[in-house]
């Protein structure tokens, strides 16, 4: 692997952002978009990245184990009931939960452990390319 692909890498490993990396790796602005599409395509950047990705994982301590109790922890507290007050800070008898926290933490856990799998499969266009063809052959006497 060229140096200029390692220099990609690790900034594209900070950034997620390929145009950005490709400038920074040396490839032209003009190109930098294609020039990033094209190296991230490669086998070895691809493997170097997930070396990357598993070094900092070690490094951080951050494991899907980690992800999913986090992920747990959220939805459940975005879930707990918390108990309304009006302005004089009596409270008024609602609660509230953050809904869209405990629906997105739970959409990642579910996501993780494959549990919308089965659907995603169920989405998945099939594609059936049948033709017809129709010969006809002319006549001919003898």
Known sequence: MRDSHIKFCDKYFETMNASESA???????????QSGYQVLLRQDVQDYLIKLRAEYAEKSG?????????????????????????????????YQFDSSGANAATAHLGKIIGVFEKDNEQSK????????????LPITEE
């Open 23 to 33: 400038i920074y790796a040396g490839f032209s602005a003009d190109t930098a978009r």
């Open 62 to 94: 951050i494991s899907k184990l980690w992800i999913i109790e986090r992920f747990k922890t959220i939805s459940d507290r975005c879930i707990q009931e918390e108990p309304v007050f009006n302005n004089k800070g009596i409270p008024t008898g609602e």
């Open 125 to 136: 266009q099939t594609i059936n390319n049948k033709i017809e063809i129709e010969i006809i």
